[in-house]
């Protein structure tokens, strides 16, 4: 048996993705008017960007004219302030009270008040999604909303190497992740078939191995000045960008650009199969660590966040003691930039420095990291790779982890999947969206949604307010909204969508 599903204003506020830790309901409800404004508490730059990001979510599709000013607030007017500090809040949570007069986000800061603003977005009509005008009673209900997320790190990755992603398409992904309170976006930037990113002491890499894609489709890479934009666009959101270099393996891409990268100083050819671990860096050549700290070091430059991912992953090409020198290399390279290393879980094998995470993703080898005291990212494949088709009936995907509906990805907590790995030892879940099959925006939103959707759930909310039964009809609810966004979501057969 399904829960009832509830209409208008009270519905949306009974719906909310991802499940809000404690929620009141009052009685009416708020409505904009021509005479709202976004009413910032105080002169700060941030509470500013705040609100013009508000502006920027409600005046296409409600056409009003929403002004920001600084107060002091009347009624009708939507308000934004930072608190004195509320230490229950944390650096993400937030409270949302709106009543019919009025509505007020406050949080200690900026990220805080950032899902506050995606919830109120949740709260009014599905039509607020439009790019354009719409006529429409632009309510919001009555009610108190304390929220805080449960896991500090809530990550997707996107697989650029495999096939490229152009940026537009990059920053929608980030905008939907966002709306679901995501806030880390991980990008996979290298790998065998492809190089995605401008180094200007190495400008081969990208010219060269940026040239192909799986299958022959035409490859492509960001400039640095992009790569600059994607990274304000994700600040902007809330979201640390995470700038992954697959290392020591998955490298074809590079050596094919510089012979001089490869132990015996002859380049492979270019690479558009899918094949894994064949490929490997010279571990004892001089030039290898060059290489590395020229990338290392431009990537730490355009990077705002505290994370380098270094990959580390199926390095089968590598000896084992080779593999262990080059990790240790590499994260003390990342460290001298400032950085802290991120690795998938083999790079457990090799001494890990302290700050190292770990990415545990197909749970053989992530003991080793745990022993040694490391946090982990929860990405076990069998759980949230949605690049797994959804049945083996689905066109796009792979299934070497398994087929993955949208139950099965939602119904599932990461403290208790893996023995020796607890909620201490996890910062978080990180889903990922590998592209081997994927070659555009439709294939893209096609796997994420709304399996996404669910991720986002399980990294925000508590796990003993979560049940499959419960998420499923407020996922069904969340169809309109979902067509508004234009995404090509897969209406999974196990939800009864509105
Ligand atoms: C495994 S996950 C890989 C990737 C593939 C992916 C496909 C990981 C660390 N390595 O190279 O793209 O499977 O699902």
Redesign the pocket.
Known sequence: MSPAIETGSAGRLANLIPKPVRVESGTGEFQLSETTKIVLDQASSELAAAGQFLASLLRPPTGLPLEISAGPAAPGDIQLAFLAVDPGLGEEGYELAATPQSILLQANRPAGLFYALQTLRLLLPAEIEAPEPRPCPWTVPACRIRDTPRFAWRGVML?VA?HFHPVADVRRFMGLAAAFKMNRFHLHLS?DQGWRLEIRSWPDLARKGGSTAVSGDPGGYYTQAQYAGLEEYARQRGMILIPEIDLPG?TNAALASYPELNQDGVAPELYTGTE?GFSSLAIHKGITYRFLEDVIAEIAALTSGPYIHIGG??AQATSHEDYCTFIERAQKIVRAQGKQAIG?EEIGQARLLPGTITQI??GEKFEHAIRQGGKVIFSL?RKT?I??KYGPETGLG?V??GTISVRDGYNWDPDALLPGVVEKDILGVET?L?S?TLCNMRDIEYMAFPRLIGMAEIGWSRRESRSWEEFRARLAALAPRLREMGVNFYAAPEVDWQ
Do not use: F, G, I
């Open positions: 697989d495999r790998d998955h894994v992953d199926e998938w993703w197909n494949a790779y690049d797994m792979l070497w982890a990922a590998w081997e």
